[in-house]
Each structure stands twice: as structure tokens, then as C-alpha cells.
């Protein structure tokens, strides 16, 4: 599975837009990169994945760059329940089905 | 509704005694995993499997075992060989094809004393 790199913190104002990147530029053509977060003290949650095209959901949106080499998650409007670390993990499809999980980026969403 | 569980939520034991963590899923997921969490660290994977009767170690497998007799239950042992047993450990559960995700349980905070 290809590694990711991710800034291990940020901050964000309430109400603004948290751009959260991804760089995985060792990724192959039939990997997925999947944003997960983590609350404190629970389990991971799925926030969205994505092949190549750019994807949205109703938590997030994730752009991916046209070369693949990395990618941005945004969720548009944060709110304190968004504070948390978000982790970027890139995983084929098929085959081993393992997630790595790295040390993901620490979002502390500021009123 | 659907989802995974995991028990206890709080587990304490004594040092050298060996304990269960116990997962259940009613996704109708193929796949299950177990994931260890140090404090302030990522997500370490223990254990997975893909199919009933069938499991592979992950890259911390060393003092944990675990079984897979049913498809909607994937048990985890920690063993008394285990060095550090007090951790937050997390099970998780996918499709087995198709790029989809994991949906995981709640946890359970091992404490060993």
C-alpha cells in the first residue's frame, strides 16, 4: 500500500472551510484514497473515498489531483464537532484488504 | 440497524492473565480486522480476516490470537505473552472487493495491572 504524508496539525475558525492535504505520490492506478477521521476516544469514522475523479458527499469533498499524487480534503463549513484526526489512506480494491493507518493530521476547529 | 459491536467497552485484568475481546457485526461484511491504538498514535492492525475459517497476522500480531468461526463474529485474544496489553483496541469490518470502506466498532480501553 502506497504512504501517505500528512501535516500532523491544523486549525480552523468556525464557519470557515477546513482544507485538510494529502500527499501519496507513490500511489498506483488501482488505489483508492480514503479519508477517515477519529474523534477522541472512539472508533474511526468514514468520511469518503475516491479513485480519480473529484468526489462529494454530505460530510465532504475530496479533489484529487489529476496526476494522483495528492489530495484535498474539504469539509465546507466546520463546526467544533469536526475536531478530531483525520487520516488519508490510500488501498487497492481487490487483494489484501488491510487499511495503514499513518499519524493523520490533528484539525482543531477554533469558535 | 446495522452495525458492529464491541464488548466491553472498559476491561481491566491482572498482569499475566489472559483475556477476550469480543466483535460482532451484522453488515454482512466478509472481512473483519483488529487495529490496536497506543495513545496519541495511529492505528497499528493486529489481525485480519476475509473469510470464515480464515485469518492472516497483521504487522503486531505477536501475543494476541483470535478466531473466525462465524462470519458475524471475530474474536480477540490477548495473551499473557502479549508485553503491553493496555491499549485502546479497535475491530473493523468491510466488503471483502469493490474499494469500499471500514466501519468500526467503539473500542475497548484495555487496562492490564
Known amino acids: 500500500d502506497a504512504k501517505t504524508t500528512q501535516p500532523p496539525s491544523m486549525d480552523c475558525a468556525e464557519g470557515r472551510a477546513a482544507n485538510l492535504p494529502c500527499n501519496h505520490s507513490t500511489i498506483s492506478g488501482n488505489e483508492y484514497v480514503y479519508w477517515y477521521r477519529q474523534i477522541h476516544s472512539q472508533g474511526p469514522q468514514y468520511i469518503i473515498h475516491?479513485?480519480?475523479n473529484n468526489e462529494t458527499n454530505e460530510m465532504a469533498s475530496l479533489i484529487i489531483t489529476e496526476d494522483r499524487k495528492s489530495s484535498t480534503l474539504i469539509l465546507p463549513h466546520a463546526t467544533l464537532r469536526d475536531t478530531a484526526v483525520y487520516y488519508c489512506i490510500v488501498r487497492g480494491s481487490w487483494g489484501a484488504q488491510k487499511l495503514v493507518f499513518g499519524q493523520g493530521t490533528r484539525l482543531t476547529i477554533n469558535p | 440497524d446495522g452495525g458492529i459491536t464491541q464488548s466491553p467497552k472498559y476491561l481491566f485484568r491482572k498482569e499475566g492473565q489472559n483475556v477476550t475481546l469480543s466483535c460482532e457485526q451484522n453488515?454482512?461484511?466478509?472481512?473483519m480486522y483488529w487495529y490496536r491504538q497506543d495513545p496519541g498514535q495511529g492505528l497499528r492492525l493486529i489481525y485480519y480476516s476475509q473469510i470464515v475459517n480464515d485469518f492472516q497476522k497483521g504487522d503486531i500480531a505477536e501475543g494476541y490470537s483470535v478466531s473466525r468461526e462465524k462470519k458475524e463474529s471475530f474474536p480477540l485474544t490477548v495473551t499473557s505473552a502479549q508485553k503491553n496489553p493496555t491499549a485502546f483496541y479497535l475491530c473493523?469490518?468491510?466488503?471483502?472487493?469493490?474499494?469500499?470502506?471500514?466501519?468500526f466498532g467503539s473500542g475497548t480501553r484495555l487496562t492490564v495491572v
Open positions: 453488515l454482512n461484511h466478509d472481512a
Open positions: 475516491g479513485l480519480k
Open positions: 473493523a469490518s468491510s466488503l471483502s472487493t469493490g474499494g469500499y470502506g471500514y466501519t
